[in-house]
Nanobody, 125 residues
Framework: QVQLVESGGGLVQAGASLRLSCAASGRTFSRYAMGWFRQAPGKEREFVAAISWSGENTYVADSVKGRFTISRDNAKNTVYLQMNSLKPEDTAVYYC??????????????????WGQGTQVTVSS
Protein backbone atom coordinates (compact mmCIF):
# COMPACT_ATOMS: atom_id res chain seq x y z
CA GLN A 1 0.00 0.00 0.00
CA VAL A 2 1.25 3.47 -0.91
CA GLN A 3 -0.05 6.74 0.44
CA LEU A 4 0.43 9.90 -1.57
CA VAL A 5 0.15 13.42 -0.21
CA GLU A 6 0.26 16.43 -2.52
CA SER A 7 1.23 19.93 -1.47
CA GLY A 8 2.21 23.24 -3.00
CA GLY A 9 -1.04 24.35 -4.56
CA GLY A 10 -2.46 27.82 -4.13
CA LEU A 11 -3.85 30.96 -5.72
CA VAL A 12 -1.52 32.79 -8.10
CA GLN A 13 -1.76 35.30 -10.92
CA ALA A 14 -1.30 34.39 -14.55
CA GLY A 15 2.36 34.10 -15.45
CA ALA A 16 3.44 32.97 -12.01
CA SER A 17 5.07 29.69 -11.04
CA LEU A 18 4.25 26.97 -8.55
CA ARG A 19 5.95 23.73 -7.61
CA LEU A 20 3.77 20.87 -6.53
CA SER A 21 5.18 18.08 -4.41
CA CYS A 22 3.87 14.60 -3.87
CA ALA A 23 5.29 12.72 -0.90
CA ALA A 24 4.91 8.96 -0.90
CA SER A 25 5.01 6.51 1.94
CA GLY A 26 6.53 3.07 1.63
CA ARG A 27 9.89 1.64 0.68
CA THR A 28 8.93 0.74 -2.87
CA PHE A 29 8.43 4.27 -4.21
CA SER A 30 11.51 4.04 -6.39
CA ARG A 31 9.95 1.10 -8.25
CA TYR A 32 6.85 3.02 -9.30
CA ALA A 33 6.28 5.16 -12.32
CA MET A 34 4.49 8.33 -11.27
CA GLY A 35 2.06 10.68 -12.90
CA TRP A 36 0.28 13.97 -12.41
CA PHE A 37 -3.31 14.51 -13.48
CA ARG A 38 -5.69 17.42 -13.07
CA GLN A 39 -9.41 17.96 -12.99
CA ALA A 40 -11.15 21.26 -13.54
CA PRO A 41 -14.76 21.87 -12.46
CA GLY A 42 -17.19 20.17 -14.81
CA LYS A 43 -14.43 18.46 -16.75
CA GLU A 44 -12.94 15.00 -16.79
CA ARG A 45 -9.63 14.23 -15.19
CA GLU A 46 -6.81 14.76 -17.66
CA PHE A 47 -3.21 13.68 -17.91
CA VAL A 48 -0.53 16.26 -17.21
CA ALA A 49 2.83 14.50 -16.88
CA ALA A 50 4.46 11.16 -16.13
CA ILE A 51 7.91 9.96 -15.11
CA SER A 52 9.54 6.55 -15.14
CA TRP A 53 10.70 4.85 -11.96
CA SER A 54 14.29 5.90 -12.61
CA GLY A 55 13.43 9.44 -13.62
CA GLU A 56 15.17 9.01 -16.97
CA ASN A 57 11.97 9.11 -19.00
CA THR A 58 9.40 11.86 -18.77
CA TYR A 59 6.37 12.83 -20.76
CA VAL A 60 4.13 15.89 -20.55
CA ALA A 61 0.84 16.72 -22.18
CA ASP A 62 0.91 19.03 -25.18
CA SER A 63 -1.16 21.58 -23.29
CA VAL A 64 1.62 22.13 -20.75
CA LYS A 65 4.71 21.30 -22.80
CA GLY A 66 7.41 23.89 -22.39
CA ARG A 67 5.83 25.20 -19.18
CA PHE A 68 5.57 22.20 -16.83
CA THR A 69 8.35 19.82 -15.79
CA ILE A 70 8.06 16.59 -13.83
CA SER A 71 10.90 15.26 -11.72
CA ARG A 72 11.49 12.93 -8.80
CA ASP A 73 13.84 12.38 -5.91
CA ASN A 74 13.73 8.72 -4.96
CA ALA A 75 15.85 9.33 -1.88
CA LYS A 76 13.10 11.61 -0.60
CA ASN A 77 10.19 9.53 -1.90
CA THR A 78 8.91 12.63 -3.66
CA VAL A 79 7.79 13.58 -7.15
CA TYR A 80 7.52 17.19 -8.26
CA LEU A 81 5.63 19.18 -10.83
CA GLN A 82 7.24 22.51 -11.63
CA MET A 83 4.67 24.77 -13.26
CA ASN A 84 5.81 27.96 -14.95
CA SER A 85 3.96 30.60 -16.94
CA LEU A 86 0.68 29.54 -15.42
CA LYS A 87 -2.53 30.34 -17.25
CA PRO A 88 -6.12 30.60 -16.00
CA GLU A 89 -6.92 27.41 -17.89
CA ASP A 90 -4.46 25.57 -15.64
CA THR A 91 -6.89 26.05 -12.77
CA ALA A 92 -7.79 22.61 -11.44
CA VAL A 93 -7.28 20.14 -8.66
CA TYR A 94 -3.97 18.39 -9.28
CA TYR A 95 -3.50 14.76 -8.33
CA CYS A 96 -0.42 12.62 -8.21
CA UNK A 97 -0.66 8.92 -8.87
CA UNK A 98 1.58 5.86 -8.59
CA UNK A 99 1.78 3.08 -11.16
CA UNK A 100 2.92 -0.08 -9.41
CA UNK A 101 2.85 -2.19 -12.57
CA UNK A 102 4.39 -0.03 -15.24
CA UNK A 103 7.86 1.23 -15.87
CA UNK A 104 7.56 4.44 -17.84
CA UNK A 105 4.27 5.89 -16.67
CA UNK A 106 1.12 6.29 -18.69
CA UNK A 107 -1.25 8.94 -19.96
CA UNK A 108 -4.17 6.69 -19.01
CA UNK A 109 -5.51 7.21 -15.50
CA UNK A 110 -6.66 3.58 -15.29
CA UNK A 111 -3.03 2.44 -15.28
CA UNK A 112 -2.41 3.98 -11.87
CA UNK A 113 -2.95 2.09 -8.66
CA UNK A 114 -2.69 4.76 -6.00
CA TRP A 115 -3.88 8.35 -5.88
CA GLY A 116 -3.38 11.32 -3.64
CA GLN A 117 -6.17 13.52 -2.32
CA GLY A 118 -5.35 16.40 -4.65
CA THR A 119 -4.20 19.98 -4.25
CA GLN A 120 -6.02 23.01 -5.64
CA VAL A 121 -4.30 25.30 -8.10
CA THR A 122 -6.11 28.50 -9.01
CA VAL A 123 -4.72 30.93 -11.56
CA SER A 124 -6.32 34.34 -11.80
CA SER A 125 -6.20 36.48 -14.92
Amino acid sequence: QVQLVESGGGLVQAGASLRLSCAASGRTFSRYAMGWFRQAPGKEREFVAAISWSGENTYVADSVKGRFTISRDNAKNTVYLQMNSLKPEDTAVYYCAADARGTYGSTWSGQYDYWGQGTQVTVSS
